[in-house]
């Protein structure tokens, strides 16, 4: 079946940088749009970014663009979520999502 493991996550100070990985299994990631989502509490989940099957295409979210960086790796069936210049309002569970399925998520939390 299809499995998402995110990880990665953690507690950062503002400015800081995380690297979020999701490993997949169960289907064919590289045929495959990837993409990670995160929910803040209260608030609807919301798109970070994604990339296409090939890597060769990203989007990001207005507020992540120019401080996240979406990559992926197809022969380790893996996504990645690079983090920088973290705020406190990046506070959230992020999530993978991919082959119809999300992953647990993983909390990333941004205060000094």
């Known amino acids: 079946q299809v499995r998402l493991v995110e990880s990665g996550g953690g507690l950062v100070q503002p400015g800081g940088s995380l690297r979020l990985s999701c490993a997949a299994s169960?289907?064919?990631?590289?045929?495959?749009?990837m993409r990670w989502y995160r929910q803040a509490p209260g608030k609807e989940r919301e798109l970070v970014a994604l990339?296409?099957?090939?890597?060769?295409?990203?989007n990001y979210a207005d507020s992540m663009k120019g401080r996240f960086i979406i990559s992926r790796d197809n022969a380790k069936n893996t996504v990645y979520l690079q983090m920088n210049s973290l705020k406190p309002e990046d506070t959230a569970v992020y999530y993978c999502?991919?082959?119809?399925?999300w992953g647990q998520g993983t909390q990333v939390t941004v205060s000094s």
């Open positions: 999502y991919g082959g119809g399925a």
């Open positions: 169960g289907f064919t990631f590289s045929s495959y749009t």
């Open positions: 990339i296409g099957s090939t890597g060769g295409s990203t």
